[in-house]
C-alpha cells in the first residue's frame, strides 16, 4: 500500500504538490445506483413528476458536479474538466427496481479525476432523490464505486467484481 500524501511534516492536512507531475490525458468512470419503487418507476419514465424531467435534472447536475468537485472536496484540485457524460440504465427484477448512474469524465492534466466521476455519479442520483422523495422517501443509493481510471504516474486501474 502507498503513503498518505495529503501530510504535512507536522502531521497536519495539506494539498498535494502536483507542480512537477506530467501532463497526461486522464479518465475515471464511476457507477452508483438508486433502488426505487415501481410507482416512482413509472413516474419517472411517464415524465410524471412534478419537478420536471428526472434524468434530464440529474444528468445536468451531475455534470455541474463534476466540475464543482474541489469545492466540496477539500484536498481535490481545481482541475480543468475536458468532458462528462452520464448515462442512465434501469435494472428491473421482478418487483425490484434500480436505476445504474455512470458518469465518465476526461481532463488533460496533472491530477485524475476519479473524484469528479465519484462526485458526479452521487450528485445525479441524489438529484433523482430530490426530484422524487415527494413519492417516495424510502429510496436507497448505492453502492457507489469506481469503475475505472486512466492515465497518470500510478497507472490505469480496472474495476474487478468478484
Same mark, same amino acid.
Given at each position: 500500500?502507498?503513503?498518505?500524501?495529503?501530510?504535512?511534516?507536522?502531521?497536519?492536512?495539506?494539498?498535494?504538490?502536483?507542480?512537477?507531475?506530467?501532463?497526461?490525458?486522464?479518465?475515471?468512470?464511476?457507477?452508483?445506483?438508486?433502488?426505487?419503487?415501481?410507482?416512482?418507476?413509472?413516474?419517472?419514465?411517464?415524465?410524471?413528476?412534478?419537478?420536471?424531467?428526472?434524468?434530464?435534472?440529474?444528468?445536468?447536475?451531475?455534470? &455541474?458536479? $463534476?466540475?464543482?468537485? !474541489?469545492? @466540496?472536496?477539500?484536498?481535490?484540485?481545481?482541475?480543468?474538466? +475536458?468532458? *462528462? /457524460?452520464?448515462?442512465?440504465?434501469?435494472?428491473?427484477?421482478?418487483?425490484?427496481?434500480?436505476?445504474?448512474?455512470?458518469?465518465?469524465?476526461?481532463?488533460?492534466?496533472?491530477?485524475?479525476?476519479? &473524484?469528479? $466521476?465519484?462526485?458526479? !455519479?452521487? @450528485?445525479?442520483?441524489?438529484?433523482?432523490?430530490?426530484?422524487? +422523495?415527494? *413519492? /417516495?422517501?424510502?429510496?436507497?443509493?448505492?453502492?457507489?464505486?469506481?469503475?475505472?481510471?486512466?492515465?497518470?504516474?500510478?497507472?490505469?486501474?480496472?474495476?474487478?467484481?468478484?
Amino acid at each position: 500500500m502507498s503513503e498518505f500524501t495529503h501530510f504535512n511534516d507536522q502531521g497536519r492536512a495539506k494539498m498535494v504538490d502536483i507542480s512537477a507531475k506530467e501532463t497526461t490525458k486522464r479518465t475515471a468512470r464511476a457507477k452508483t445506483s438508486i433502488q426505487l419503487t415501481e410507482e416512482v418507476y413509472k413516474k419517472i419514465t411517464n415524465h410524471e413528476i412534478g419537478k420536471g424531467d428526472v434524468l434530464s435534472v440529474a444528468q445536468v447536475a451531475g455534470i &455541474m458536479a $463534476a466540475k464543482q468537485t !474541489a469545492n @466540496v472536496i477539500p484536498m481535490c484540485h481545481p482541475i480543468p474538466i +475536458k468532458g *462528462v /457524460d452520464i448515462e442512465f440504465e434501469w435494472k428491473i427484477e421482478e418487483s425490484n427496481y434500480e436505476l445504474m448512474i455512470t458518469s465518465t469524465v476526461k481532463t488533460t492534466g496533472s491530477t485524475g479525476v476519479e &473524484m469528479e $466521476a465519484l462526485t458526479s !455519479a452521487s @450528485v445525479s442520483a441524489l438529484t433523482v432523490y430530490d426530484m422524487c +422523495k415527494a *413519492v /417516495d422517501k424510502g429510496m436507497v443509493i448505492g453502492p457507489t464505486y469506481l469503475v475505472e481510471k486512466t492515465g497518470g504516474k500510478s497507472g490505469d486501474f480496472h474495476r474487478v467484481d468478484k
